[in-house]
């Protein structure tokens, strides 16, 4: 008795959606994808390893304070320790700001304060000292040129809670600024009128 010969899907091991031929060459194109993928996947843990070790530094280095929260005094004492820098280049690093003010006193901390929306430099800084008396000498760099701009540098002042400095107090002797309600000039009757904006 002969055996028939199946030339169905099942008879090859075809899985769904492959056709014969399929197994002969992988393509060389889809081989190169494939390997790139897999160095990638090494470089993303690469990264992972990088951004744990400086997140590791970062929690065990004795000069982050933004892990707890500041007492109002020890603001106050870091603010009495710290300068205000103005007119500073927009390309300045924080190490080379601490190195132009390196010969005050020991530097604690420099911030170089960004836009929150762009990221970009605002072109100010202030630099933390160890010690109060490192502010009086700081203030000799006051007008002194740091990468082709004079800067200012002044004593940073302390905020007080409750008290803006941009508080332009409520609206003197001027009208209320609203949308729902508006009155004729001449007398007559009044309209009011509704902006879904």
């Known amino acids: 008795m002969a055996e028939e010969k199946h030339d169905t899907d099942e008879g090859l091991g075809l899985l769904d959606g492959e056709y014969p031929g399929?197994?002969?060459?992988?393509?060389?194109?889809?081989?190169?994808?494939?390997?790139?993928?897999?160095?990638?996947?090494?470089?993303?843990?690469?990264?992972?390893?990088?951004?744990?070790?400086a997140e590791k530094q970062l929690i065990m280095s004795p000069q982050t304070s933004f892990f707890y929260p500041m007492t109002h005094e020890e603001k106050i004492d870091a603010d009495n320790r710290s300068v205000y820098v103005g007119n500073v280049d927009y390309g300045a690093t924080a190490d080379e700001l601490e190195i132009h003010f390196n010969g005050c006193g020991p530097v604690n901390r420099v911030t170089i304060?960004?836009?929150?929306?762009t990221g970009h430099?605002?072109?100010?800084?202030?630099?933390e000292f160890s010690d109060r008396d490192s502010v009086k000498t700081a203030m000799a760099l006051d007008e002194t040129l740091f990468r082709g701009r004079i800067i200012k540098v002044l004593p940073k002042r302390t905020n007080m809670p409750g008290i803006s400095s941009t508080d332009r107090g409520s609206h003197r002797g001027s009208r209320p600024r609203g949308r729902g309600f508006r009155s004729s000039r001449g007398g007559g009757r009044a309209q009011s009128w509704y902006s879904p904006y």
């Open 121 to 127: 430099p605002k072109g100010f800084a202030y630099i």
């Open 113 to 117: 304060l960004c836009d929150k929306f």
């Open 22 to 53: 399929d197994h002969s060459v992988e393509d060389p194109e889809l081989e190169a994808i494939k390997a790139r993928v897999l160095e990638m996947e090494q470089e993303a843990e690469k990264l992972k390893e990088v951004q744990y070790e």
